[in-house]
């Protein structure tokens, strides 16, 4: 793009396209907005000069500062009148904005009509006209309101942002991907011994103890929505043990959603993480198809090799066609190009397909053989507790 007089130009990454991959943050934390927002474009000024950083993208409004007039309370000559910075305030917002009065009620339209009283435009449409305001002191007298302030131009501020009651300002930059995990480590070591000015302090962790965090929520999803299918297999065979045979249909699953992931080049984001809470009940369908075939087959008489043979001849095809159809349908959410606009919902779709196609081919063979050795195991059990019985 061309350079022109008075622009910035500026490259900022699509939430859910990768930005959140490749970002480093670091949040800033004080008591006072001005001393904060101060060392933060010190702090963003040395981290922008490091090798492997391409820029600063806002996130929030706390990153985006323009120029206002203020006027700046004369606190000698308020004194003195005795008009304190809150009356200046709000006649200077009186005459801007006005007052809202009560709702009129029009008897004719049977209507209650807002009324706001304010001065003409005219009359508030300049500066001079408004420090000409007059503010009511202590003993009764009025004063201007250029008595009281001084005009000044400086940065101000779209919103204030409080994290744990203190002031806090975020720094997001973004990194080259191809060296991102060197950049991020030489920044860290950067920002551990950068010395910031006295009551500030910053935070350069708020990204891994993200993903932590979303990994601790996720193994304890998992492990929930593990317990839970269990029990409900449990109560469909009437059997707590070969349900067993079942779950290892789960990880199988997680091999595919790996090298699928890794091959499309797709981050493992929140997205991702639903994806993988969705193919826990997802993935078991296929065994406790083939687990339900083999214990009806064995209820007409069949060996127990022979109904797992007969499972897998005449389940093969419905189970192929059950996961030919998600996968179908999650190719085109799972290969489109995301837009910038909304959530990128690519993740999530590579997820199911990589997860069900793994799941799909692997469960053909390792569900009939664990059910062959949590049967053995039930039978072992039954023997043991007739013996235990018997004796007693």
């Known amino acids: 793009m061309p350079s022109r007089p008075g622009w ?103 209507r209650e009509i807002n009324v706001r009283i304010r001065y003409r435009k005219e009359d508030r449409d300049q500066l001079s006209q408004l420090r000409e305001f007059k503010v009511p002191s202590q003993a009764g007298a009025a004063v201007p309101v250029r008595v009281l302030t001084e005009a000044v131009i400086q940065k101000g501020e779209t919103a204030l942002v409080r994290n744990n009651k203190r002031v806090a300002a975020l720094i997001r930059l973004e990194l080259d991907q191809e060296t991102r995990e060197e950049t991020m480590t030489r920044l860290r070591r950067f920002v551990d011994g950068y010395h910031l000015p006295s009551g500030i302090s910053f935070d350069a962790d708020h990204d891994a103890r993200e993903v932590e965090s979303m990994q601790r929520d ?41 090298w699928f992931l890794m091959f499309a080049g797709s981050p493992v984001d929140s997205l991702a993480v639903i994806g993988i809470l969705l193919l826990l009940g997802v993935v078991v369908n296929n ?65 199911l397909v990589g997860g069900m196609v793994a799941a799909t081919v692997l469960t053909l063979v390792v569900v009939p053989v664990s059910y062959t050795y949590f049967d053995d ?7 043991w507790a007739g013996r235990f019985v018997r004796r007693s």
């Open 377 to 383: 195991f039930r039978e072992m059990a039954r023997r």
């Open 218 to 258: 996720l193994i304890g999803a998992a492990g929930l929505s593990t317990i839970f299918i269990f029990l409900l297999m449990g109560f469909l065979f009437e059997s707590f043990v070969l349900p067993l045979s079942v779950l290892p249909s789960i990880p199988l699953s997680f091999i595919g959603v790996w």
């Open 287 to 351: 065994g406790i198809v083939l687990v339900d075939f083999i214990n009806g087959a064995r209820n007409y008489g069949l060996s127990r090799e022979e109904a797992i043979v007969q499972a897998g001849t005449q389940r093969f095809r419905p189970i192929l066609m059950t996961a030919l159809t998600t996968v179908g349908g999650m190719l085109p959410l799972a290969f489109t190009e995301p837009t910038g606009e909304g959530l990128n919902y690519g993740p999530f779709g590579k997820t």
């Open 8 to 110: 910035q130009k500026e490259a900022r990454f699509a939430e859910g396209d990768g930005a959140k991959d490749s970002a480093f943050m670091v949040t800033l934390y004080g008591d006072d907005h001005a001393s904060v927002q101060a060392a933060k474009e010190d702090l963003e000024r040395a981290l922008l000069a490091q090798e492997g950083v391409i820029g600063a993208s806002g996130r929030g409004a706390d990153t985006m500062r323009r120029d206002e007039l203020a006027l700046a309370i004369d606190r000698t000559m308020s004194e003195r009148f005795g008009i304190s910075a809150g009356l200046v305030a709000n006649t200077i917002s009186y005459a801007i904005r006005g007052q809202l009065l009560p709702r009129y009620r029009s008897d004719e339209e049977d």
